[in-house]
Antibody, heavy 122, light 106 residues
Framework: EVQLVESGGGLVQPGGSLRLSCAAS????????MSWVRQAPGKGLEWVAN????????YYVDSVKGRFTISRDNAKNSLYLQMNSLRAEDTAVYYC???????????????WGQGTMVTVSS | AIRITQSPSSLSASTGDRVTITCRAS??????LAWYQQKPGKAPKLLIY???TLQSGVPSRFSGSGSGTDFTLTISCLQSEDFATYYC????????FGPGTKVDIK
C-alpha cells in the first residue's frame, strides 16, 4: 500500500524550532519530487516547500524562506521539514505529499499523509 | 503573482443534483489546474489534473473543463459521499490553492 506517515508535530513557543518527518512506503520514494503542504485551522491549503528526487533543488513559499528547510533521505525513504523561528501564523496541520508523477515534477499531489499538527503558542 | 478565486464559497445541494464549481485565475494558466476533495479531518484527495484529466480511481461523475483563466468542476449526480470541500490548485507557477468551496446537504 502506498503510504505517507508524518510525525514530529506538537506545541512550540514562538521563536522555537521543530522538525517534522514523513515516512514513505509502498512506492519508489527516490523517483518522486516531494512536498509539504499546510492547512491552518479552519483555513485553506498552502503549499510550503518541495524537493527534487536527489535533493539538488528545493523551493519554498515566500513566507517560510530563510526559516524552514526541506530535506530528504532516500536510503530511509523519509522526508523532513526543519522549522525554525516559528511564528503563531505557522500553526497548521502539515501534510507530506507526493508529486503526481515520477520524474519531472507535475506540481500536483496524488498521495498525501494524514498530517501532523503544529501549534505555535506561548 | 497569480491569484485564484473560487465560487461559490459554499453551496447546499441534494443527492442527485448536478453541481458546478468555478475557479478563476488572475492570469492565463493554460491547463495547469487541478481539483481536490477534502473531507473534515482528512487529507485532500486529487480528483482532476490538467484541467480535465480524471485521476485514476475517481468516479466518472466528476469532470473538469476550462483553460486559460476560467475553469469548472462538475459533479453530474451528487452522491452522499461527495459532501466535502473542493479546492482548485494552479501549477502554472508555484503551487497555489483556491480558497475552497464547501458542498453541504440541503
Amino acid at each position: 500500500e502506498v503510504q505517507l506517515v508524518e510525525s514530529g508535530g506538537g506545541l512550540v513557543q514562538p521563536g522555537g524550532s521543530l522538525r517534522l518527518s514523513c515516512a514513505a512506503s509502498g512506492f519508489t520514494f527516490s523517483s518522486y519530487w516531494m512536498s509539504w503542504v499546510r492547512q491552518a485551522p479552519g483555513k485553506g491549503l498552502e503549499w510550503v516547500a518541495n524537493i527534487k528526487q536527489d535533493g539538488s533543488e528545493k523551493y519554498y513559499v515566500d513566507s517560510v524562506k530563510g526559516r524552514f528547510t526541506i530535506s530528504r533521505d532516500n536510503a530511509k525513504n523519509s522526508l523532513y521539514l526543519q522549522m525554525n523561528s516559528l511564528r503563531a501564523e505557522d500553526t497548521a496541520v502539515y501534510y507530506c505529499a507526493r508529486d503526481g508523477s515520477p520524474g519531472v515534477t507535475t506540481l500536483t499531489f496524488d498521495i498525501w499523509g494524514q498530517g501532523t499538527m503544529v501549534t505555535v503558542s506561548s | 503573482a497569480i491569484r485564484i478565486t473560487q465560487s461559490p464559497s459554499s453551496l447546499s445541494a441534494s443527492t442527485g443534483d448536478r453541481v458546478t464549481i468555478t475557479c478563476r485565475a488572475s492570469q492565463g494558466i493554460s491547463s495547469y489546474l487541478a481539483w481536490y476533495q477534502q473531507k473534515p479531518g482528512k487529507a485532500p484527495k486529487l480528483l482532476i489534473y490538467a484541467a480535465s484529466t480524471l485521476q485514476s480511481g475517481v468516479p466518472s461523475r466528476f469532470s473538469g473543463s476550462g483553460s486559460g483563466t476560467d475553469f469548472t468542476l462538475t459533479i453530474s449526480c451528487l452522491q452522499s459521499e461527495d459532501f466535502a470541500t473542493y479546492y482548485c490548485q494552479q501549477y502554472y507557477s508555484y503551487p497555489l490553492f483556491g480558497p475552497g468551496t464547501k458542498v453541504d446537504i440541503k
